[in-house]
T-cell receptor, first 115, second 113 residues
Framework: DGGITQSPKYLFRKEGQNVTLSCEQN?????MYWYRQDPGQGLRLIYY???????QKGDIAEGYSVSREKKESFPLTVTSAQKNPTAFYLC??????????????FGDGTRLSIL | QKEVEQNSGPLSVPEGAIASLNCTYS??????FFWYRQYSGKSPELIMS????GDKEDGRFTAQLNKASQYVSLLIRDSQPSDSATYLC?????????????FGKGTLLTVNP
């Protein structure tokens, strides 16, 4: 079955530590996205990538980094510079179209907490 | 700043009733609209897409789009307790990247048995 796999499901970060969240998709989608969701809040875009080896900052990119070396993979690193990393992190993907915007499909998410 | 506004709720309806969820957006050039359902602790799930003015029906769900008034709504007929979730409205803005969506904060729906 095609889908988006995020791992781990739960992650704990120590002070000063960088952690990496994995996102893999087998939908053959070109575009991938990372969102952060805080309790009672909507989704805020961290980074997105439209094509391999290219990515753009979203609305809240500070303290995060990404790479896009393969079409299937878009890992997110939460660096020690992100002082409030506790949140639900969601990875999504979509396929481009010439006209209308396309819906995004989400993985199951990773919950990150500070130890 | 392009915005998507939703009433946070909670919206409480009895089982079997029609639930009406509304979403307004700030930019007239938006072109694509999506409704997602998010159960507590889970990721969003796409339930409806709508691209042109009017109604679009899919089972118990109807999406309504009025671009002149800049709102999109979701009607859930014969509401069931299993429909209790947060409903997120998302908008794609034309004229920019057709990859990006802007999400509202969501409306919490509770269907009471």
């Amino acid at each position: 079955d095609g889908g988006i796999t995020q791992s781990p499901k739960y992650l704990f970060r120590k002070e000063g530590q960088n952690v990496t969240l994995s996102c893999e998709q087998n939908l053959n989608h070109d575009a991938m996205y990372w969102y952060r969701q805080d309790p009672g809040q909507g989704l805020r875009l961290i980074y997105y990538s439209q094509i391999v080896n290219d990515f753009q900052k979203g609305d809240i990119a500070e303290g995060y980094s990404v790479s896009r070396e393969k079409k299937e993979s878009f890992p997110l690193t939460v660096t020690s510079a992100q002082k409030n990393p506790t949140a639900f992190y969601l990875c999504a993907s979509s396929t481009p179209s010439k006209g209308e915007g396309q819906p995004q499909h989400f993985g199951d998410g990773t919950r990150l907490s500070i130890l | 700043q392009k915005e998507v506004e939703q009433n946070s709720g909670p919206l409480s309806v009895p089982e079997g009733a029609i639930a009406s969820l509304n979403c307004t957006y700030s930019d007239r050039v938006s072109q694509s609209f999506f409704w997602y359902r998010q159960y507590s602790g889970k990721s969003p799930e796409l339930i409806m897409s709508i691209y042109s003015n009017g109604d679009k029906e899919d089972g118990r769900f109807t999406a309504q789009l009025n671009k002149a008034s800049q709102y999109v709504s979701l009607l859930i007929r014969d509401s069931q307790p299993s429909d209790s979730a947060t409903y997120l409205c998302a908008v794609n803005w034309s004229g920019g990247s057709n990859y990006k969506l802007t999400f509202g904060k969501g409306t919490l729906l509770t269907v009471n048995p």
